[in-house]
Nanobody
Framework: QVQPVESGGGSVQARGSLRLSCTAPGVTQNRCDMDWYRQAAGKQREWVARISTDGTDGSKRYTESVEGRFSISKDKAEDTVWLQMNSLKPEDTAIYFC?????????????WGQGTQVTVSS
């Protein structure tokens, strides 16, 4: 079972930037898509962004609230997915997680990582 490891979170002021990373061994070989999710205190986990296994621009998707501010990318050689977050807002404050998805058992059964905390102050 693949166990993603997220990092790069921190505390920033509004309009600042952060770059999150997610490393999940085996995701390139197994052709997994990758999702970023976030969970704010007291709220349900919500989907944020997706990149498919080929990593092309056309394969990237974002939830409406981050469209134009966040950018997802990947490094296939390192089994790593990045989430560049610009123009951050206080409502982006949450724990951010990544998760595999895809057509095979390996991708479907990926575990949740520990997440990385992002705190945006006004």
């Amino acid at each position: 079972q693949v166990q993603p490891v997220e990092s790069g979170g921190g505390s920033v002021q509004a309009r600042g930037s952060l770059r999150l990373s997610c490393t999940a061994p085996g995701v390139t070989q197994n052709r997994c898509d990758m999702d970023w999710y976030r969970q704010a205190a007291g709220k349900q986990r919500e989907w944020v962004a997706r990149i498919s296994t080929d990593g092309t621009d056309g394969s990237k998707r974002y939830t409406e609230s981050v469209e134009g501010r966040f950018s997802i990318s990947k490094d296939k050689a390192e089994d790593t997915v990045w989430l560049q977050m610009n123009s951050l807002k206080p409502e982006d404050t949450a724990i951010y997680f990544c998760k595999t998805r895809g057509p095979n058992y390996f991708c479907q059964k990926g575990a949740w990582g520990q997440g990385t905390q992002v705190t945006v102050s006004s």
